[in-house]
């Protein structure tokens, strides 16, 4: 068998090399790197693929997060709510803002927190949630907003994703984004963006990642380095007319994984009602997880575990639930259990159907024993 690997963005990016050369050139040769007419143009294509009036380009999809709840009024002490089940940078973003991250549970079937779960972790000190749009499926934002506190969208891995008529990414008082290069879009190194319908809250922001100024004169915060350069600007700005049919691919690789029948040999993701994943990661589940990404690796098909170790056990956030360890019990088998299998925009409807194949072939041997 021909190895499938978990990503593959060199396939998506081949046929736009020239133009992507082209635009780097074009920023050497202007000599502006830093908040220029690249990153403008991109904000504003951002804004408008979003149905956002703003989108504020940052250094990375952390700082999005610190600086998003920052614009949002959380103050030291604060407790911010975030699922236990997402990258550590959810948590970490919130600490980094000096805040208290308060961990709570997840859907077993989207992965996702629910207005639920949340309700549970709430307390007098609440002052916000982040809601992550897991492994691109838009969390539900609108519900959470009803809960009364201000809801930061993490849709770092939910570019190109939808909840109705509406963009991931535009759900929430503001969301954030990453642009790692693994991303549904994703740059050549690291860039971020916040993105808000809020004029004040996008007057913050701007301010925030330039070192807490409106004018580079006068400081009125204590802020953040942290921008969006030149040439990553221009890179997205060649990709983001991709972003769209490259979502188109992952749903149809996606599909095609249900039309082989896989769920009947591991736990799939729920869809929920209204919601157009952009699929980052199709991630299944089985109870022995790690003895079915061996198997699958055998076979040439690259597979991986996510968050084996949840956030509310990781040794950083142990101050922040010392004494009052939360029980999160899908969270804590979600993370035992999960494998993310071969998702990309050019995975082919027969290399799913392998993978299926692979699946089903560990899952009948583990039945027979």
């Known amino acids: ?11 998506t990016l081949t046929p736009l090399r020239a133009r992507l050369r082209e635009s ?14 690249e990153v403008t143009a991109f904000e504003a294509e951002l804004a408008e693929y979003l149905g956002v009036r703003h989108v504020v380009g940052v250094a990375n999809g952390t700082d999005a997060i610190t600086i998003g709840l920052r614009a949002l009024g959380v103050r030291s002490g604060d407790e911010v709510v975030v699922p236990a089940f997402t990258f550590y940078a959810s948590a970490e973003a919130i600490a980094n803002a000096g805040a208290v991250p308060v961990f709570c549970d997840v859907d077993a079937g989207t992965r996702n927190v629910t207005a639920e779960t949340v309700r549970a972790a709430l307390t007098p000190r609440s002052t916000a949630v982040v809601a992550v749009d897991l492994f691109g499926c838009p969390a539900p934002v609108p519900e959470l907003r009803e809960l009364g506190l201000p809801v930061l969208e993490d849709a770092a891995q939910a570019a190109g994703a939808r909840l109705g008529a509406r963009m991931a990414g535009s759900l929430g008082d503001l969301a954030t984004f990453s642009f790692y290069p693994s991303k549904n879009l994703g740059c050549f190194g690291d860039g971020g ?3 808000t319908d809020d004029d004040e809250l996008a007057e913050l922001v701007r301010a925030l990642r330039f ?9 009125q915060y204590v802020g953040y380095n942290s921008r969006l350069d030149e040439v990553q600007a221009a890179i997205l700005r060649v990709l983001l007319p ?3 049919g490259w979502c188109d691919g992952r749903r149809a690789a996606a599909r095609a994984y249900l039309e082989a029948g896989i769920e009947h040999h591991v736990g799939v993701p729920v869809v929920p009602a209204g919601a157009d994943p952009g699929w980052h990661l199709y991630v299944v589940t089985h109870p022995r997880a790690e003895a079915l990404i061996a198997s699958l690796g055998a076979q040439g098909i690259e597979a991986r575990g996510y968050y084996r170790t949840p956030l509310h056990r990781q040794p950083a956030m142990a101050p922040y639930v010392a004494g009052v360890r939360p029980s999160l019990p899908v969270t804590d088998e979600l993370s035992a259990q999960n494998v993310a299998l071969p998702m990309s925009p050019v995975l082919s409807g027969e290399q799913a159907v392998a993978v299926a194949a692979a699946v089903a072939e560990f899952a009948g041997a583990v039945a027979q024993r």
């Open 242 to 244: 991709e972003l769209d």
């Open 211 to 219: 070192h807490g100024s409106r004018d580079k004169r006068d400081f």
């Open 24 to 37: 780097v050139l074009a920023v050497l040769d202007r000599g502006r790197y830093i908040l220029g007419p």
């Open 1 to 11: 068998m021909t190895a499938i690997s978990l990503f593959d963005t060199e396939t």
């Open 193 to 195: 963006a916040i993105a």
